[in-house]
């Protein structure tokens, strides 16, 4: 079975800073799409990144970046610049598509706080 | 924007209650989710449903049934429902088809049952 790990429950950025969360997977297949959703305190939960596994270059989105490391199964996020309004729950999960289904595994989350 | 909605945002019900809880979609959307979350477990799936009559469980079903007859919503039931049962449900959606699209979420559906 597929699981996502996230050893960080929490971690704190100062504004202006960069910040690194991390995120481990298992899995024994060789396609599969890797994500990282944003929860923002009472309010929805969007998608912040998106990596294909079976693409080497690194997934970026404006102050959003991912290091994927696929031979380690390592997925981590790093915010630069980092701003009050990323302070939120941030989830990494893995997505499978497999017997006609789609299915993501999430992780537990990383509690981040923005501190001015 | 794809928007889905729930029904309620908080829900307060008594032990052996059957609860309802909706979701909307407006995007014509394949595929429909229903999450619980907890603190320090994180999202967990308990249904989904990728066409309309459609279900599967997920990993966690015991306790829940959903309901899909139309396209756009997706319904979970909870036949009678325990106290271990109060969390947050979020829904979402997704085109669906291939494990790379990105689910679309609600804003959820605080349940506490007492």
């Known amino acids: 079975a597929q699981t996502v790990t996230q050893s960080q429950p929490e971690m704190s950025v100062q504004e202006a800073e960069t910040v690194t969360l991390s995120c481990t997977y298992d899995?024994?297949?060789?396609?599969?799409?890797l994500f990282w959703y944003k929860q923002p305190p009472s309010r929805q939960m969007i998608l912040v990144i998106r990596?294909?596994?079976?693409?080497?270059q690194n997934a970026t989105e404006n102050r959003f970046s991912v290091n994927f490391q696929k031979a380690a199964k390592s997925f981590s996020l790093k915010i630069s610049d980092s701003q009050l309004g990323d302070a939120a729950m941030y989830f990494c999960a893995y997505g499978l598509y497999q017997g006609g289904s789609e299915k993501l595994v999430f992780g537990k989350g990383t509690k981040l706080t923005v501190n001015p | 924007d794809v928007k889905v909605t729930q029904s309620s945002r908080y829900l307060v019900k008594r032990t052996g209650e059957k609860v309802f809880l909706e979701c909307v979609q407006d995007m014509d959307h394949e595929n429909m989710f229903w999450y619980r979350q907890d603190p320090g477990l994180g999202l967990r799936l308990i249904y989904f449903?990728?066409?309309?009559?459609?279900?599967e469980k997920g990993d966690i079903p015991e306790g829940y049934s959903v309901s899909r007859e139309k396209k756009e919503r997706f319904s979970l039931i909870l036949e009678s429902a325990s106290t271990n049962q109060t969390s947050m449900y979020l829904c979402?959606?997704?085109?669906?088809?291939?494990?790379?699209?990105?689910?679309?979420f609600g804003p959820g559906t605080r349940l506490t049952v007492l």
């Open positions: 449903s990728y066409d309309v009559k459609m279900k």
């Open positions: 990596q294909e596994a079976y693409k080497q």
């Open positions: 979402a959606s997704s085109t669906g088809g291939t494990g790379s699209d990105t689910q679309y």
């Open positions: 899995t024994s297949e060789s396609d599969y799409y």
